[in-house]
């Protein structure tokens, strides 16, 4: 392994539990098999020509035993990036398709070389991007989501869509189950949805991020997403791991979907929260999504029902944002239980490039949602001018109305 | 409940691990959650309304609990399927899209109504139609896997195929981390391979079908299999689940791609094997592939390295083949680990309808890849005739040599 050049391969990381001791056997027939099937068989000449698609180990490190004689070990593995091509199907088919159903192994890292993450897509806004649409640089962002989409009409989700900008939120997003739109067709929505937009603006002075659902087959869903484009759509949501990533992917590479993609993690939990099995929290809502052109990613907050532990949460949010020679930072945007009481703590967690994302947080304020907005508004300034909410809520009503109801500091 | 009309609904079925008590709460939380969002709150004008789009507990069935005080419980909730659109993304992520991040949840079913499943273009061949295209009526089918793709040229690959096809396989499949084809483009490959399998034919007078492994962005996807039907392709290998079903919806509800397309299992192991978290594997990898349209389905069999539980495969099994009103019954491949001496034993647990798939255990026999694929033949033919094998070896050479090298009854 002396002489690999690492800039040549992706290396997997996987978390694997055993009977230990041939764990240096098994991280060896990984390395084989999934790449040229078979070696100290083949011929001399024939070696020589496989070599460069020969997969190897990096490192094999144990990491103890539990009660039950359980080994859990590190495997890492270096794949050659000449036998895929640049997309996740091929990536996640090669170094975790057959391999997934190999007993008690987790994929817990992913590490893409800067020549082959340059043919990804990456997040075509990002931060800078997405603050250079709405004008707002040095504080979180924050959105609303609408309670509920399903069974509404176009006039009916408008007027939702106002009270909600009223507040003063940067991005309102769909519910990700709206599906069936028939009452609330999705270029409809769009415009009507905008034009509340507009009038919100008018009174608050704040621009406002609409990210309509996009739902079609996937042989449609990039032509869906330029129509909802020229229908003025400013932002999207995706369900990436429904759609799969390489739709993400799709979309992020056309020019013609020149608005930001906030991608949605529904179905993320079943693959990472088993020790065992799956895939890490950090590579499904992390690397990947950044990878395949997300500019904003949600994913389960460590404070609402919905939880997540909060140093897995950290790690997500840092696959987002840390510098990279090549993609641009993604928004963070941990969801689930937010309301005005947290934002502290959240603006401890993660500073200024977050989005703080709230439904009940917003439309459970007993003053209705515009009120509910404007508590947030008045937490986040408070904790950007070093204010306790405590203080900040004698200047406003709505946030000392959230303070009574959910608590906080 | 007792007046919900279940044609109109999908009832999803969830194996909880809570602290119990309060499952019919969660239950609830679910069935309005996850449909028109909230309920006791709506006037009772909205109510009405929004009635056909609310979701129901069907019921709640608690299973005791564990030493650790761990209470298992499985619910089902009905969702209207009004709220969706025929598809899979939009059906995943209502059911297990944010639930699947809500605590310890597995989804182990899904039950679809016919009129919902009317939308699904399930298998465009089936049992019959793959059977049909090969002339073989009364016997499992036979099928080989490449021992290797990566790095070989067109002409070795035909020439591996022509190997193949020589021992009397019914069908050859490329691996499926066949990503980059550099060497080998994919429509040369299919030209080539099947010249190769019209030599063979020639001297076995079987027909073969090659399922060469369809990839490419999700955007040109459809139309690259269009062009290898044009190219002559008579089947097509599809990694479902890193491309997501709707992809392979697509391509079996497309007319022009008329030929059968089987469906692998890469990355299933990712969602299936916890307990507690994920999706059943008779769910991923047989009711959704079936619906999506998948002509036959490769799945861990219980007898290779890379195992699962007998029970499950035959739950596969069953969902793949059991006679529905609309869908197409699908052929079952229980994969790896299989050598002729397991031929019995896979004869017994599926009968005719499915197909016995070797790798290793033809390309491994002492005599050559020809030579494994006529042990398995003279293995089918006994089972067939009733005949055990440790008899029919006394008429074949080869049979007697690979249960003399992996043993079997």
Redesign the interface.
Known sequence: MSNLQLEDYIVATYLVHGRGGDFHKKAQGIAVG?????WTDLPAERQE??KK?LGHVVSVQELGSDEQGTVKALLKIAYPT????P????V???V??????????K?IDLDFPAEFTKNFPGPKFGIEGVRNRLGVQNRPLLMSIF??C??YDTDTLAELFYQQALGGVDLVKD???F??DTYAPFEKRIEACLKAADRASAETGKKVLYAANL?A???EI?DKAKRAVQAGANALLL?VL???Y??L??LAADPEVNVPIMA????????Y??P????SAPVVLGKLMRLAGADLVLY?SPYG????ERAETLAIAEELRKPKEVLKPAFPVPSAGIHPGLVPQLYNDLGNDQVINAGGGIHGHPGGSAAGGRAFVAAIDAVIQGRTLEDAAKDSAELAKALELWGGK
């Open positions: 999934l790449t040229v099937g078979s020509r496989m698609h000449i036998n895929f091509t997309d996740l199907p091929a996640l088919t090669s975790f398709g057959k391999l997934s159903m190999d007993g008690a192994i994929l309670k509920s399903i069974g519910d990700e189950i599906f069936d739902t087959p996937v042989t990039v369900n429904a759609y799969g390489d739709v992917h799709r949605h993690p529904a179905l993320a939990g079943a693959l929260p088993s065992q099995y799956g895939i389960p029902s919905v939880a997540m």
